[in-house]
């Protein structure tokens, strides 16, 4: 069913418990990967494809007269791709689990080192929600490995964005997703790209700050291009222009990034939120 090596499996599967309240993995684990994973996941196997997951194991706990419990354990390769498909869906309270956690209407999702994982309840009860965050807890002791949130989300301005709910991610897709820019790819989005999103945290100012870092410094300036070619045609200057809701979009490309900053208030709010991060992106 996947092409990772059996020590692999034994590797991910050790992780997991095999008993916790009375909940017994009573079936044999299984194994997806890139290619398999939609036999498991149908359209939502794009999301985890485009963080560039390894490999999927899935674990089923029963017990007699309970709800039935999954865990879905990620191995992500690294810890930027496991933090961000955590932040895919922020929704929910955060239970301290892993580096990172949501829990809500019986599933919890953390992330830890290069892992994502997500542990559900077919039914939510008070009984499977201890289960769960006991199951969490379990899992997340056994991943001895910290890993590292992308560097990217420090040229955020905290005053502006609130860096707790900001999107990382690669490509159009999830750009698209979580703000709609456009049906085409005119930011040159792909999997060697890197992305934030952030929205503004002050209540007079819901602006949307997005970051994108690309492999080469001739890659951002042909995204630049295409970006203001084709969202900016009727600019007041280069880099800004009032959108037809009366706000106002700003943009600036500076080495190998691409700072835009949506739904700001005024022309004057917009050149200032560009000039934060250029003056936190000159500091990194």
């Not at 684990?29 to 994973?37: A, F, K, L, N």
């Not at 042909?222 to 809701?245: H, I, N, R």
Request: aromatic share 10%; net charge negative.
């Amino acid at each position: 069913m996947d092409n990772c090596s059996s020590k692999e499996k034994k590797d991910l599967g050790s992780l997991l418990p095999q008993e916790i309240q009375g909940w017994k993995a009573e079936e044999k684990d299984r194994s997806y990967d890139p290619q398999t994973i939609f036999d498991y996941i149908d359209g939502a196997g794009e999301v985890y494809r485009s963080y560039n997951f390894r490999e999927l194991l899935v674990r089923r706990f029963k017990k007699e007269g309970q709800p039935e419990i999954v865990i879905d354990f990620f191995d992500m390769a690294s810890s930027k791709d496991a933090f961000g498909v955590f932040t895919h869906d922020l929704e929910g309270e955060d239970v301290s689990i892993g580096q990172g956690s949501t829990y809500k209407g019986g599933l919890l999702s953390f992330w830890k080192g290069p892992y994502f994982v997500s542990i559900y309840a077919e039914e939510e009860t008070e009984e499977t929600k201890e289960v769960l965050l006991n199951m969490g807890e379990a899992v997340a002791s056994a991943i001895q490995e910290e890993g590292a949130k992308p560097d990217l989300i420090a040229v955020l301005p905290e005053d502006e964005v609130d860096v707790g709910m900001v999107h990382y991610f690669h490509n159009h897709m999830i750009l698209n997703y979580h703000f709609y820019v456009a049906d085409e790819n005119i930011l040159l989005l792909d999997q060697k790209t890197e992305a934030v999103l952030g929205t503004g945290i002050k209540e007079e100012n819901e602006h949307i700050l997005l970051v994108v870092r690309y492999p080469e410094t001739q890659r951002a300036a042909q995204a630049y291009k295409s970006f203001t070619e084709v969202y900016m045609p009727d600019a007041v200057e280069p880099g800004l222009v009032q959108t037809e809701d009366g706000l106002w979009t700003a943009a600036e490309t500076k080495d190998d990034l691409i700072v835009i900053i949506f739904n700001a208030g005024s022309s004057l709010l917009a050149k200032e939120m560009i000039k934060k991060v250029e003056d936190r992106m000159s500091r990194r």
